[in-house]
Protein backbone atom coordinates (compact mmCIF):
# COMPACT_ATOMS: atom_id res chain seq x y z
CA UNK A 1 0.00 0.00 0.00
CA UNK A 2 1.47 3.26 -1.01
CA UNK A 3 1.96 6.30 1.65
CA UNK A 4 -0.09 9.42 1.38
CA UNK A 5 0.30 12.38 3.02
CA UNK A 6 -2.58 12.00 5.06
CA UNK A 7 -0.23 9.40 6.32
CA UNK A 8 2.36 11.33 7.80
CA UNK A 9 2.51 13.18 10.73
CA UNK A 10 3.85 16.95 10.08
CA UNK A 11 5.27 17.97 13.33
CA UNK A 12 8.03 14.69 13.05
CA UNK A 13 8.67 15.64 9.73
CA UNK A 14 9.65 19.00 10.97
CA UNK A 15 11.45 17.73 13.82
CA UNK A 16 13.54 15.51 11.55
CA UNK A 17 14.46 18.45 9.33
CA UNK A 18 15.47 20.44 12.36
CA UNK A 19 17.85 17.88 13.37
CA UNK A 20 19.34 17.15 9.42
CA UNK A 21 20.25 20.89 9.70
CA UNK A 22 23.36 20.14 12.18
CA UNK A 23 26.19 19.17 10.76
CA UNK A 24 30.21 19.47 11.23
CA UNK A 25 29.92 22.23 9.42
CA UNK A 26 27.39 24.24 11.58
CA UNK A 27 26.89 22.21 15.23
CA UNK A 28 25.86 25.25 16.86
CA UNK A 29 22.68 27.16 15.85
CA UNK A 30 20.43 29.58 16.54
CA UNK A 31 17.10 29.44 16.11
CA UNK A 32 16.70 31.87 13.01
CA UNK A 33 19.87 29.80 11.43
CA UNK A 34 18.28 26.45 12.29
CA UNK A 35 15.04 28.42 10.55
CA UNK A 36 16.31 29.10 7.42
CA UNK A 37 18.66 25.91 6.98
CA UNK A 38 15.32 23.73 7.65
CA UNK A 39 13.19 25.86 5.77
CA UNK A 40 10.57 26.49 8.11
CA UNK A 41 9.50 29.61 9.96
CA UNK A 42 10.93 30.92 13.18
CA UNK A 43 8.04 29.71 15.24
CA UNK A 44 8.27 26.41 14.19
CA UNK A 45 12.00 25.59 14.13
CA UNK A 46 12.05 27.11 17.83
CA UNK A 47 9.34 24.51 19.11
CA UNK A 48 11.37 21.83 17.52
CA UNK A 49 14.43 22.65 18.86
CA UNK A 50 13.01 23.63 22.49
CA UNK A 51 11.16 19.89 22.20
CA UNK A 52 14.79 17.96 21.17
CA UNK A 53 16.34 20.40 24.28
CA UNK A 54 13.26 19.50 26.41
CA UNK A 55 13.83 15.32 25.69
CA UNK A 56 17.49 15.64 26.09
CA UNK A 57 18.22 15.49 22.34
CA UNK A 58 19.59 19.29 22.32
CA UNK A 59 21.69 21.64 24.51
CA UNK A 60 20.29 25.30 24.62
CA UNK A 61 22.65 28.02 26.46
CA UNK A 62 20.45 30.32 25.50
CA UNK A 63 21.30 31.63 22.23
CA UNK A 64 22.47 28.45 20.19
CA UNK A 65 21.10 24.79 20.34
CA UNK A 66 23.86 21.68 19.88
CA UNK A 67 22.89 18.31 19.38
CA UNK A 68 23.70 15.95 22.11
CA UNK A 69 24.75 11.93 21.42
CA UNK A 70 20.97 10.93 23.11
CA UNK A 71 20.42 11.74 19.13
CA UNK A 72 22.27 8.33 18.41
CA UNK A 73 19.35 6.68 20.07
CA UNK A 74 17.17 7.38 17.76
CA UNK A 75 19.35 4.88 15.44
CA UNK A 76 20.10 2.32 17.65
CA UNK A 77 19.59 -0.59 15.67
CA UNK A 78 22.05 0.66 13.30
CA UNK A 79 24.39 1.39 15.81
CA UNK A 80 24.43 -2.08 16.34
CA UNK A 81 26.44 -2.59 13.01
CA UNK A 82 28.67 -0.13 13.56
CA UNK A 83 32.19 -0.22 14.96
CA UNK A 84 33.06 0.82 18.34
CA UNK A 85 35.42 3.67 17.47
CA UNK A 86 32.53 4.98 15.55
CA UNK A 87 30.05 4.57 18.45
CA UNK A 88 31.94 6.33 21.20
CA UNK A 89 33.39 9.10 19.24
CA UNK A 90 30.71 11.09 19.55
CA UNK A 91 30.93 10.84 23.47
CA UNK A 92 34.51 11.23 23.79
CA UNK A 93 33.86 14.91 21.81
CA UNK A 94 30.99 16.16 24.18
CA UNK A 95 33.60 14.78 27.36
CA UNK A 96 36.54 16.21 26.20
CA UNK A 97 34.77 19.56 25.44
CA UNK A 98 32.75 19.43 28.32
CA UNK A 99 36.14 18.73 30.56
CA UNK A 100 38.99 20.45 28.66
CA UNK A 101 40.69 17.51 28.83
CA UNK A 102 41.46 14.33 26.90
CA UNK A 103 39.30 11.41 26.72
CA UNK A 104 40.15 7.93 24.87
CA UNK A 105 38.28 4.59 24.64
CA UNK A 106 40.54 1.38 24.57
CA UNK A 107 40.42 -2.41 24.48
CA UNK A 108 42.56 -5.04 25.87
CA UNK A 109 45.41 -7.15 23.53
CA UNK A 110 47.07 -9.62 25.97
CA UNK A 111 48.95 -7.18 28.43
CA UNK A 112 48.41 -4.27 26.72
CA UNK A 113 45.57 -1.59 26.09
CA UNK A 114 45.05 -0.32 22.58
CA UNK A 115 43.60 2.89 21.52
CA UNK A 116 40.69 2.79 19.27
CA UNK A 117 39.10 6.58 19.58
CA UNK A 118 40.35 9.78 21.31
CA UNK A 119 39.66 13.28 21.86
CA UNK A 120 42.27 15.36 22.34
CA UNK A 121 42.34 19.06 24.03
CA UNK A 122 46.57 19.24 24.28
CA UNK A 123 49.18 16.94 24.24
CA UNK A 124 49.81 15.24 28.00
CA UNK A 125 52.24 12.28 26.74
CA UNK A 126 55.75 12.88 25.25
CA UNK A 127 54.41 10.61 23.20
CA UNK A 128 51.60 10.75 20.81
CA UNK A 129 48.52 9.02 21.19
CA UNK A 130 45.96 8.01 18.07
CA UNK A 131 43.84 5.29 17.62
CA UNK A 132 46.03 2.35 17.02
CA UNK A 133 48.55 3.38 20.08
CA UNK A 134 49.50 0.74 22.41
CA UNK A 135 50.46 1.32 25.99
CA UNK A 136 50.79 -1.22 29.04
CA UNK A 137 48.28 -2.25 30.70
CA UNK A 138 49.50 -3.26 34.27
CA UNK A 139 50.27 0.47 34.80
CA UNK A 140 47.49 2.79 33.06
CA UNK A 141 43.81 3.06 34.61
CA UNK A 142 42.25 1.60 31.16
CA UNK A 143 44.22 -0.96 31.32
CA UNK A 144 43.65 -1.51 35.41
CA UNK A 145 40.16 -1.73 34.17
CA UNK A 146 40.15 -4.34 31.79
CA UNK A 147 42.49 -6.31 33.78
CA UNK A 148 40.19 -6.55 37.00
CA UNK A 149 36.83 -7.60 34.22
CA UNK A 150 39.43 -10.75 33.67
CA UNK A 151 38.34 -14.57 34.45
CA UNK A 152 40.92 -14.70 37.53
CA UNK A 153 43.24 -17.73 35.85
CA UNK A 154 43.80 -14.89 32.75
CA UNK A 155 44.45 -12.05 34.92
CA UNK A 156 46.97 -14.42 36.62
CA UNK A 157 48.73 -15.10 33.36
CA UNK A 158 48.97 -11.56 32.63
CA UNK A 159 50.36 -10.84 36.19
CA UNK A 160 52.95 -13.85 35.96
CA UNK A 161 54.93 -11.78 33.86
CA UNK A 162 55.75 -9.65 36.77
CA UNK A 163 57.92 -8.08 37.78
CA UNK A 164 56.71 -5.09 34.83
CA UNK A 165 59.34 -2.37 33.99
CA UNK A 166 59.10 0.75 36.54
CA UNK A 167 58.15 3.28 33.65
CA UNK A 168 58.80 5.91 36.14
CA UNK A 169 59.66 5.56 39.98
CA UNK A 170 55.57 5.55 40.76
CA UNK A 171 54.72 3.03 38.66
CA UNK A 172 53.78 -0.61 40.88
CA UNK A 173 55.70 -3.39 39.12
CA UNK A 174 55.22 -6.58 41.56
CA UNK A 175 52.74 -9.17 40.89
CA UNK A 176 51.35 -8.63 44.39
CA UNK A 177 50.96 -4.97 44.30
CA UNK A 178 49.50 -5.02 41.15
CA UNK A 179 46.98 -8.06 42.22
CA UNK A 180 45.66 -6.21 45.19
CA UNK A 181 45.36 -2.82 43.14
CA UNK A 182 43.15 -4.61 40.25
CA UNK A 183 41.32 -6.35 43.62
CA UNK A 184 40.53 -2.48 44.41
CA UNK A 185 39.84 -1.48 41.37
CA UNK A 186 37.45 -4.38 40.80
CA UNK A 187 35.55 -3.16 43.92
CA UNK A 188 35.21 0.37 43.43
CA UNK A 189 34.27 0.31 39.78
CA UNK A 190 37.24 2.60 38.60
CA UNK A 191 40.56 3.22 38.71
CA UNK A 192 43.12 6.05 39.19
CA UNK A 193 46.66 6.34 37.77
CA UNK A 194 49.30 8.96 39.53
CA UNK A 195 52.25 9.22 36.93
CA UNK A 196 52.90 5.08 37.00
CA UNK A 197 52.52 5.38 33.15
CA UNK A 198 54.71 8.96 32.98
CA UNK A 199 55.48 11.81 35.79
CA UNK A 200 53.50 14.93 35.09
CA UNK A 201 50.07 12.60 34.18
CA UNK A 202 47.10 11.44 35.70
CA UNK A 203 44.22 9.27 34.85
CA UNK A 204 40.96 8.20 35.44
CA UNK A 205 38.92 5.63 33.73
CA UNK A 206 35.63 3.06 33.91
CA UNK A 207 35.06 0.31 32.01
CA UNK A 208 32.12 0.05 29.32
CA UNK A 209 29.84 -3.12 28.99
CA UNK A 210 28.01 -3.78 26.19
CA UNK A 211 24.20 -4.74 26.38
CA UNK A 212 25.00 -8.00 27.65
CA UNK A 213 26.90 -6.82 30.87
CA UNK A 214 30.24 -7.54 29.68
CA UNK A 215 33.23 -5.11 29.41
CA UNK A 216 34.34 -4.63 26.36
CA UNK A 217 36.31 -1.72 26.43
CA UNK A 218 37.71 1.23 28.64
CA UNK A 219 36.96 5.04 28.86
CA UNK A 220 39.16 7.20 30.60
CA UNK A 221 39.98 11.42 31.34
CA UNK A 222 43.74 12.15 30.69
CA UNK A 223 45.21 15.30 32.36
CA UNK A 224 48.31 16.49 33.50
CA UNK A 225 49.01 16.22 36.78
CA UNK A 226 48.84 20.03 37.60
CA UNK A 227 45.35 19.91 36.85
CA UNK A 228 44.06 18.43 39.27
CA UNK A 229 45.22 16.11 42.52
CA UNK A 230 44.89 12.55 42.83
CA UNK A 231 42.32 12.80 45.35
CA UNK A 232 39.99 15.28 43.38
CA UNK A 233 39.86 12.96 39.96
CA UNK A 234 36.98 10.98 41.42
CA UNK A 235 34.65 14.08 42.62
CA UNK A 236 35.67 15.89 39.21
CA UNK A 237 35.54 13.43 36.46
CA UNK A 238 33.51 10.27 37.61
CA UNK A 239 30.40 11.48 37.43
CA UNK A 240 30.83 12.09 33.62
CA UNK A 241 32.35 8.74 33.05
CA UNK A 242 29.45 6.97 34.53
CA UNK A 243 26.76 9.05 32.78
CA UNK A 244 28.53 8.08 29.41
CA UNK A 245 29.44 4.31 30.76
CA UNK A 246 25.51 4.05 31.47
CA UNK A 247 24.48 5.65 27.60
CA UNK A 248 26.46 3.42 25.65
CA UNK A 249 25.66 0.50 27.98
CA UNK A 250 22.44 0.02 25.52
CA UNK A 251 24.24 0.17 22.11
CA UNK A 252 27.30 -1.66 22.55
CA UNK A 253 27.61 -5.05 20.96
Known amino acids: ?40 DRATARRCLLTLAHHGYADYDGKYFTLTPRVLRLGTACLATMPLPQIVQPWLDQLSEETGESSSVSILDGAEIVYVARAAQQRVMSIALMPGSRLPAYCTSMGRVLLAALPQAELDAVLAQAPFPARTPRTRTGAVALAAEIARVRAQGHAVIDQEVELGLRSIAVPLWNMRGRVVAALNIGLAASHATVEDLPARFLPGLQRIQTELRGLLR
Open 1 to 40: MGITERDMMGGLAKGLRVIETFTAERPRQSIGEAATAAGL
